[in-house]
């Protein structure tokens, strides 16, 4: 956000703030450890709010508990901005000093009276209200946020609309006070920071920007696209015009993991090439022509990930591969010689060492440093700077050196699957503690907390559908059909279902989700579709 | 990005030095350290079993106690703090002959042959626990079955001092699960789930993090006790690796404790600060994934 895409604080910062807001996130599930730093801050005086759909075990920590109905977020985020404005509460020399875009916001906003959140979101007034005014007193303010937030097909407007919450109140680069998505996966920060992703180089430096271009193209000794690049999403609707045949997959599982499987299917089945690499033959791989067995990145090989904190740390290998399995660099420097390009063989800390000469963040990260200091949050730009712990303290200086932080002007807009008399029922659908996404990884280990998949339902939908506990029942969204034991879990709303994808092979979730992305990040809606269920002939 | 000034967190305001005497040197000392601070900044080697920086102290082992001049009693070194003029001896003989039996009630009561430290400990004192064996040559003991209810973890009460660590663990110092507690009475002290039910049906969530601040190998991976029960456990082969856990964005660090290319235990150090050392089910045993032995599948 205003120009790197980190989260802006340190986890410790967690302990010493005043107020804590966990947005669409089980971080007492799904970021066990963060929220380690969040009890150490609850047990110092920090309040926590929730904002979920569901009671999580988090929600279970917090002062205040929004129950949400599943999609409305910018409706709710919005009216917290309204509400701050209309009691006088922002933080107006942080605004008029560091921030553009204001009065467009204050437009925006007006409409979103606490009644109307009230209506749209299910929340009650007074609560939100609550928050509004807890979150803008707050010395120090904490607003983190997870998959809740970016997997909905307005995912990058769910983002803007509580980023403008922290500069409504001067809540970003200070000490104690910003903006924290936590990262899903190992290093879904350091990919994206290392350009894996398409309109990105490495240090979130601009793939369209001219001088970025030069620089690359001077390193490399290559001629590089004058445009950004596709991203997952874009490249399976390419597959599907038949602009695109061949696809090169390392250690992404889009079999099971993508919304709407069976059409991700047929589209991986039209490829005229699929290879893939990975640490498993995964239902991917079972597709694939060509398959590279690579070893397990954190343990069988060296490298960095970079996690929620910017921190880049390094992986080490303790172990020797199983068979005929290589490091994904190995790998990948055979087959660019087999095409014919003549790649010197890379350590890791060699294809480091040429990612710190190409970006700034990086630059004074050496493996001796990282190992020094036990990993240093970026940017990092010489090897005497420290790394920082939190970004934009630069929006505290007067005046305010480069750009201003910007407002987003954006609206409510409910999740594209309405429901209807056919399926009446929200599903949404997240994480279990002991389990992880497909489960190519945690379905190795026996946890004694795994029930195996179950939908979860509230009493009261059990009730009014005749569910009993354990029971199978037939679950079916527009696009396919499933049948899944029930258990009835308290923490949800009537009219609310969740489940996970962690137990594909025996049930497959993805059947059911709808395939509809956000036009800017590319994520799907997978936290809203609309179901029905039966309890009959099943 | 616009490179700025780089952000600091607010300075702490300094410390106090606080005047005081260990074992006739003097020193100064910033307020609100604890003895055991003191101690550790003058190099005295001083013994603990209930102690860990992670975690709030108990006072209950009284292993650390020291003599404080003016004090009727012996104090415990980990938990008091430092006060001016304090005079304090950490070898004298009423420290070493307390010390001596405290670790000679431990060790005549409790296993101790996976506790290196309370081993190292009663050389150093010269604990003769032979000596409180009753007539027909044994001393009450905590002897008892290894509890075995789930395939990640053993508790081994036979094994366990007391020491509250596990409990803090689970409880506010990191955890916050509150799983466990002790139960019982005196002799009958015990660490025990709710009712005493087995864990599946407890609230416990596996993170391990008791077993991490265990000190004397009374809750163990089940890994670990299996290789020990086959007489396999081989720490001098071991190596330990540093990196990073595969799951979630947090970043937390995993000591990989690898015998014959699989991992046999999973440790975070505790100086780390992401972990202080407490890892979540999923980080702690959650590798079995890239063991290539054909029976771990």
Redesign the interface.
Known sequence: MFGAGGGTSSYEEAEHTDLIVLWGSNARETHPIYFHHVLRGIHNGAKLYVVDPRRTSSAQWADGWLSLDVGSDVALANALGREILHAGLEDRDFIARATSGFEEYRATVEPYTLEHAEKTSGVPAALIRELAHAFARAERAQLCWTLGITEHHNAVDNVRALINLALLCGHVGRYGSGVCPLRGQNNVQGGGDMGAIPNKFPGGQDVEDPASIAKFERAWNATLPRKAGWNLTDIFHAVERGELDTLYIIGENPAQSEADQEHAMELLRSLKHLIVQDIFLTKTGELAEVVFPASATWCESDGTVTSSERRVQRCRKALDPPGDARDDIAIMVALARRLGHDWPEYTAQEAWDECRSLSPWHAGMSYERLDELGGIQWPCYDEEHPGEKFLHARLWEDPVPGERAAFACVEHEPPVEALDDAYPIRLTTGRRLDSFNTGVQSGGYTSPLRRGETLDISPEDAQRYGVREGERVRVSSRRGSIVIPARIDPGLRPGLVFTTFHFNDDIATNLLTIDVTDPKSGTAEFKACAVRIETAAV | ??????????AQPPKAQVEITIDGTAARIPEGSTILDACKSLGVETPTLCFLQSLTPVNACRVCVVELEGSRVLVPACARRVEPGMVIHTDSERVRHSRKMVLEFLASSVDLSTAPDAQRFCERYGADPARYAESDGSAATVEQPVKID???YVRDYSKCILCYKCVEACG?D???TFAIAVAGRGFEAHISTEYDVP??DSA????GNCIGVCPTGALMFSSEHELRARGQWNEAEQ?A?????????????LT?H?QD???VKVTSPIE?????G??????R????????RPDDV
């Open positions: 990005m616009i490179r700025g000034p780089i952000p600091q967190a607010p789930n395939q990640l506010v990191a955890q916050n864990l599946p416990c969530v596996y993170c190596t690796t540093e990196t990073i856990c595969s799951y979630c964005g947090v970043g937390c660090t990989l690898v290319n699989s991992i780390n600060d992401v972990t202080s407490h890892l979540c089910v999923k980080g045993f959650g590798f079995s994934y890239v063991q290539n």
